[in-house]
């Protein structure tokens, strides 16, 4: 059974920042494409930020320059370092790791992040 583990999670004040990790150990990172979800209640998972396999980096508009991610396969691990953060980033932030021409997809369980205002 895979599982992705997410930290880094919190409450912070609007401007702030926060660091998200997602780590796995069953799995050998470096071939899949990473990405950082998140949601609201009422609304559907989206996309915050991806990086393939290969590095290619791809963010949603509303973080472009504000979020960053990265990838440390030696340690099985991407992160999301979040800079200026705004009430509206306050969200469930999930990890996902798939191989999409082997239709492979895992997430993990998800950690709060709350800005306040």
């Known amino acids: 059974q895979v599982q992705l583990v997410e930290s880094g999670g919190g409450l912070v004040q609007a401007g702030g920042s926060l660091r998200l990790s997602c780590a796995a150990a069953?799995?050998?990172?470096?071939?899949?494409?990473l990405g950082w979800y998140h949601q609201v209640p009422g609304k559907q998972r989206e996309l915050v930020a991806a990086?393939?396999?290969?590095?290619?980096?791809d963010y949603a508009d509303f973080v472009k320059g504000r979020f960053t991610i990265s990838r440390d396969n030696s340690k099985n691990t991407v992160y999301l370092q979040m800079n200026s953060l705004k009430p509206e980033d306050t969200a469930v932030y999930y990890c996902?790791?798939?191989?999409?021409?082997?239709?492979?997809?895992?997430w993990g369980r998800g950690t709060q992040v709350t800005v306040s205002s």
């Open positions: 996902n790791a798939k191989r999409g021409f082997y239709n492979v997809n895992y």
């Open positions: 069953e799995i050998m990172f470096s071939i899949y494409d």
């Open positions: 990086i393939t396999s290969s590095g290619s980096i």
